[in-house]
């Protein structure tokens, strides 16, 4: 008897789920249609609510996967949730795929994305998942349909709001060229198979945001507006900024970039240095704090004086390696001050630098993170230790350093334990940039590990003890492992 129960209740769950998957279809192709996404909405408001420990975890296991997966983890709590429904008693499914079409509506039209498309497919869901569970599928057969339907209409939805990405990036392209057109000059160690490029290309350069996808933003509706305690208020357009920008070469980091990763970057920016905006602005006297304000509902401030003496050399950045901004990195305009962890560098898709007091609170800050901003400290990682011709014992190592915005002095490699080994030093493009070193080194057959270090221009050197990035900073070494 309970056996029975069991199966029939499985069953039960099963059809649910499979309208479920239908439901989320529709409503994923409502909001398609127009642009937006239901299941974006959902994201955004998971990666704005989950707990500190939840989010680390996420950010290190999923790698720069990490909006793909979010993404998978938002759909099948939706069809999750639609299961659960169809445990209810019959007379409250009604109102509870009601309270899951407003829910999903109200995370649509949330300040941060404020998406009416998402808000019409959260409602769209709803009704249908209001029918499937009156009339839910029985049998294989309609199972198979309902699964199978909604996971058509999801992909149809996912290439629809892809092809909008795709018209707006080639949008932004096309405001181009941003930057002086200066050839990166050579760091002398030429091209090494594996070894990091001196400048990142912006395909390559790894993306962070609490987004699931790069908010649209036209240029030419856009401007910059400077505003809050100024004497006076400023609105830019790009045009406007593209005329004072300069070009600067600059390593970006982020936070989470652990010994080794490959969340960090390095590119030709170009951009207008924050003390000439701020000189135009006029402060007044109360303003202490300097808000990047983004689209996204994102925001960044960073204490006003070293950004307006120039102590601290920040950029209201719009171009990339001589493009316009990509849209996944901030297209139209972004803050960047170099040496700053990203998350607290600037915010991308910026629509307004706010001057404020110190009643102003920020994004990471209600997360747990630190008010001021974190520096990156000297880090060093080995992108190739490989062996010459076979059976030699000679092994090419070589990487990237960077201490910005100073810039590094040394790098240090280290086998198994013994002593640091100065290696040869790339050229360096500029103190804020990345360097490059290489080394060849004879090693006893055997398995080794091979360590790097890199120390500072201010005398800081790379530590060896291992930190989690939250809250203050990742630390530890670059360690591979190699058999000789
Ligand atoms: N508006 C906005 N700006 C943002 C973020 C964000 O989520 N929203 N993330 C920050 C973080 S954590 C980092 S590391 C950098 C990453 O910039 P990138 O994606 O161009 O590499 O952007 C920063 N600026
Ligand atoms: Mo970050």
């Known amino acids: 008897m309970n056996g029975q129960r069991s199966v029939s209740e499985k069953k039960r769950l099963l059809g649910a789920a499979a309208v479920g998957l239908g439901a989320l279809g529709v409503g994923e192709l409502v909001a398609a249609v127009r642009g937006g996404s239901l299941l974006d909405g959902i994201g955004r408001l998971a990666a704005d609510y989950a707990p500190v420990p939840v989010v680390e975890t996420m950010v290190a296991r999923a790698g720069r996967y990490d909006k793909e997966m979010t993404r998978l983890g938002v759909a099948l709590g939706g069809v999750a949730a639609a299961a659960g429904m169809a445990l209810l008693p019959p007379r409250l499914r009604t109102p509870a795929a009601a309270a ?37 599928p029985t049998g294989m057969g309609g199972e198979l349909l309902w699964a199978a339907a909604g996971t058509g209409l999801l992909a149809t939805a996912e290439t629809l709001v892809r092809r909008a990405d795709d018209r707006h990036r080639d949008r932004a392209r096309r405001v181009g060229p941003m930057g002086a057109h200066v050839p990166v000059p050579e760091d002398g160690l030429g091209s090494e198979p594996g070894l990091s490029p001196l400048i990142t290309k912006a395909g390559r350069f790894y993306v962070a945001d609490v987004n699931s996808r790069p908010p649209r933003i036209d240029p030419d509706q856009w401007r910059l507006s400077i505003g809050g305690q100024v004497a006076h208020r400023l609105r830019l357009s790009l045009a406007d900024l593209a005329e004072q920008a300069v070009e600067f070469d600059a390593v970006m980091v982020c936070v989470h970039n652990t010994p080794g990763a490959g969340r960090c970057g390095n590119a030709r920016w170009f951009g207008v240095p924050l003390t000439a905006l701020l000189d135009h602005a006029v402060p007044e006297s109360g303003a202490t704090r300097l808000v990047t304000r983004a689209v996204d509902g994102y925001t960044i401030s960073l204490p006003l004086e070293p950004l307006r003496t120039g102590e601290w050399p920040g950029y209201l950045v719009i171009g990339m390696n001589g493009e316009p901004l990509p849209p996944e990195h901030g297209f139209p305009a972004r803050v960047f001050v170099p040496g700053i962890y990203g998350q607290y560098a600037g915010a991308k898709w910026l629509t307004e630098l706010e001057l404020t007091d110190d009643s102003h609170v920020d994004y990471w800050w209600k997360r747990g993170w630190p008010a001021e901003p974190l520096w990156v400290r000297p880090e060093s990682r080995i992108d190739v230790a490989t062996c010459g011709a076979s059976g030699s014992g000679k092994f090419t190592v070589a990487g990237v350093a960077w201490a910005p915005p100073q810039g590094v002095s040394a790098v240090d490699i280290r086998i198994d334990d013994t002593e640091w080994l100065p290696v040869e030093l790339g050229a360096e493009t500029a103190p804020a940039a990345w360097r490059r070193w290489r080394t060849i080194i004879d090693l006893p057959p055997g398995t080794h590990t091979i360590q790097a270090r890199a120390t500072s221009r201010s005398g800081e050197v790379q530590g060896a003890a291992e930190r989690p990035p939250f809250p203050i900073g990742p630390g530890g070494l670059h360690t591979v492992t190699v058999t000789a």
Request: hydrophobic share 50%; charged share 15%.
């Open 100 to 136: 899951f079409g407003a829910g999903t509506a109200a995370v649509a039209l949330r300040s941060t994305d404020r998406s009416v498309p998402g808000a019409l497919g959260g409602l769209a869901a709803a009704a249908m998942l209001r029918i499937g569970l009156r009339h839910r």
